[in-house]
């Protein structure tokens, strides 16, 4: 089984987490790491029980910031060959981890929900005509 981790500063990961079971619905492989507030102070030792936890399963965890030091403390578990870092996260990336093939190569689900991450990141300063067309609301 493949585990997905949010790991943010404050409480981002817990609104992401939020707002992605409300399109995805409930994920019982989906954990959320609130890091530097009252109910955790350091994220590495959440790392740690999660991969005690879970001694069979691929981790996979999101962060909020490249070089900050959430993402530092994940990146130094990728010793583990189970454990998978990425960082820069948005809802797009999430959902699409989510919603992934649970069969699929986790690098390979890695790669395209980065690539369906970035497309959608547009600016939405005077769309053309044809991309309002598009849009079914």
Do not use: W
Not at 35 to 59: G, H, N, R, S, V
Not at 61 to 77: E, F, P, R
Not at 105 to 130: F, Y
């Amino acid at each position: 089984m493949r585990r997905y981790v949010v790991a943010t500063h404050g409480r981002m990961a817990e609104g992401i987490r939020s707002t992605a079971e409300l399109i995805a619905g409930p994920q019982e492989n989906f954990i959320c790491i609130n890091a530097y507030t009252d109910e955790c102070q350091d994220p590495m030792p959440e790392f740690q029980k999660i991969l005690k936890e879970f001694p069979e399963d691929e981790i996979v965890i999101m962060t909020d910031l490249m070089s900050g030091s959430v993402n530092n403390n994940a990146v130094m578990l990728t010793r583990d060959q189970r454990v998978h870092v990425i960082t820069g996260i948005s809802l797009v990336l999430v959902i699409g981890m989510l919603l992934s093939d649970p069969a699929a190569d986790t690098k390979t689900v890695i790669e395209e929900a980065l690539q369906e991450a970035r497309a959608g990141m547009v600016s939405c300063e005077n769309p053309g005509e044809e991309e309002l067309e598009d849009e079914e609301f």
